[in-house]
């Protein structure tokens, strides 16, 4: 099955396309106590969309995604404690960090492919770890980096107790970089990484540079991340170690192979199905949770081809055939 | 918007192996050039080494006077090489518009005129690459290749595998382009009545070598060159 719909016929509605950001602002109003939980869903999903642009759109193996999350987590936090508190600036500085780390990085690494990517990949996410650990003075160390306050957003609304600003302002950041990403992905630019995902040496020679092409796309992806980073760091006003684990790397994974890539909305249900899965089953079974995302990845994987929303995909189709006048039955 | 090309003592193949053994030629601005042989005589490796897609040992290839050989593959497009390869390999996952505006380069043709040139593909815009049949796909990869930059249009086996009366209306775009467009087109074909049908001259190869080169006129009066080389009327 083609992630990508089949023809323009295919595409989805506008009341499909608004359904995810009603459904946010609809938690919003009537899930009180429950906004913390949500800040770190609209984050993971942030953060799974950026996988989705470098490994589901162009084709990028990655096992390091978290360097470039874990990059923006300190870069606003130390923003916050150095420079200024004003949140969008610290927002702002963290993502041009993050994307200047991707665009190094990914001139480096990107002329690679295979098995050495993976391990290049992986190894920048584990220099930085160790890097973070070495430079207590900056980074706190393994006690994290701590005493981050971010000032009002716009210079208006005060982060509160209960979530609610984080979670606008964490809609807000996701909504205008899915604007960013859906624009992206359907550009000639978007298009041709989606090529070069399925073959190279055809893109070089219709006479695409396709390296560039990958670079540019690794760092847009890094400054996405970067952003879910410092927003995480904003949040939680704490960032630790483990950003940059191979585990936050892994778990970025799973929720984009549980969602669906190549579908931009398959962040948004990876995502979301993973945090409640672990706040819910983690309720339950505190060790074991990990039990129920196990068994879901491999039915996702064995059974459902394009992830659960190739799933929602497939039904929507069939319900928009099923409904048209004249359809067969 | 056409330029000649001009290969010398070309010596090339896949890693250690040769499998161009010396070849040169010359395909002046705005000619048509057959590449005739047998399989597996390196007719598609002459192709693939003209976009750099191989290990090149030696031997100089010329784009309207200027060296390319040691050109990127990307490099050598925006030079004005556009290939359409033998498999079309068309991308299944994007629509025929994606496909040609992913390859679109200032100079090259416009969509619509690569619409004007094949109806069918034009109302088939929307679909996706997996959703056209073979004659569909070969248009789209001719299509493809014209929305490049081109000044030599390098085509391995356009006809391959298709349906004759799809052939006929494949021939006749090509002999259109040939014709209007004033490209160079260098053109490797199996059915060889097509390819002398099509080109003023022809080079025929055999183990990497040029055995034979001249006026597809003569290589049709030709018995026994049709004979050693290119298996016609062999037992």
């Keep these: ?329 | 918007m056409s330029a000649g090309l001009k290969i010398d003592n070309l010596v090339a193949g896949y890693g250690p192996t040769v499998v161009l053994d010396g070849i040169s030629f010359e395909a002046p601005a705005g000619a048509a050039l057959a590449v005739l042989g047998r399989n597996g005589v390196g007719k598609t490796t002459m192709l693939a080494t003209l976009m750099g897609l191989t290990s090149l040992k030696s031997g100089e290839i010329l784009l309207g006077g200027k060296s390319i050989g040691r050109m990127p593959t990307h490099e050598r497009v925006h030079a004005g090489l556009c290939y359409v390869p033998q498999e079309r390999r068309i991308f299944p996952s994007l629509t025929v518009a994606e496909n040609l505006a992913v390859a679109a380069l200032p100079g090259g043709w416009t969509p619509a005129a690569v619409f004007d040139l094949f109806p069918g593909l034009a109302a088939r815009r929307g679909n996706a690459g997996n959703q056209l049949s073979g004659g569909e796909q070969q248009m789209l990869a001719v299509g493809r290749a014209l929305v490049g930059k081109p000044d030599v249009l390098l085509l391995d086996e356009p006809m391959e595998g298709l349906a004759p009366i799809i052939v006929e209306g494949l021939f006749a775009a090509l002999s259109k382009i040939r014709d209007e467009s004033g490209l160079t087109i260098i053109l490797v074909e199996q059915k060889v009545d097509l390819a002398l049908e099509f080109a003023r001259d022809a080079i025929v190869l055999d183990r990497g070598k040029i055995v034979w080169r001249g006026a597809c006129a003569a290589l049709r009066t030709d018995e026994e060159a049709q004979h050693l080389y290119l298996g016609v009327g062999a037992d």
Aim: with cysteine; proline share 3%; hydrophobic share 55%.
């Design chain 1, 1 to 329: 099955m083609s992630a990508i719909p089949q023809s323009k016929s295919d595409e989805p509605s506008a009341l499909w396309h608004a359904l995810p950001w009603l459904l946010a602002l609809a938690f919003f109003f009537l899930a009180d106590g429950y906004h913390s939980l949500g800040v770190n869903i609209l984050i993971m999903i942030l953060f799974t969309l950026s996988l989705d642009l470098a490994l589901g759109y162009a084709g990028i193996i990655t096992l390091g995604h978290a360097a470039f999350f874990g990059f923006g987590a300190y870069a606003a936090g130390l923003f916050n404690l150095h420079v200024s508190a004003d949140p969008l600036l610290g927002l702002a500085a963290a993502t041009l960090a993050a994307a200047a780390l991707g665009l190094v990085t990914g001139a480096l690494i990107l002329h690679t492919r295979g098995e050495t990517l993976l391990m290049l990949t992986l190894a920048i996410a584990a220099i930085l770890h160790e890097a973070a650990n070495h430079m207590r003075d900056l980074t706190g160390g393994d006690d994290g980096l701590a005493g981050i306050r971010p000032g009002a957003v716009f210079g208006l609304f005060r982060f509160d107790l209960w979530g609610k600003t984080s979670f606008l302002y964490c809609l807000g950041v996701l909504f205008v970089w899915f604007l960013i990403s859906w624009r992206v992905v359907r550009s000639p630019f978007g298009r041709s990484l989606d090529g070069v995902r399925q073959n190279a040496k055809r893109m070089r020679a219709i006479g695409t540079p396709v390296w560039l092409r990958l670079v540019a796309m690794y760092a847009l992806s890094a400054a996405m991340a970067g952003t879910a980073g410092a927003l995480s760091a904003q949040t939680t006003r704490l960032v630790g170690l483990s950003v940059f684990e191979l585990l936050t790397s892994g778990i970025v994974a799973v929720m984009l192979v549980l969602g669906g890539e190549r579908r931009l909305y398959g962040a948004f249900v990876g995502a979301t199905i993973y945090v409640l899965v672990q706040d819910v089953a983690g309720a339950i079974n505190p060790f074991y949770w990990m039990f129920v995302i196990g068994i879901l990845l491999v039915a996702i994987v064995l059974f459902f081809d394009g992830g659960l929303m190739g799933v929602i995909e497939t039904a929507r189709r069939k319900l928009r055939r099923g409904g048209a006048p004249g359809a067969a039955p």
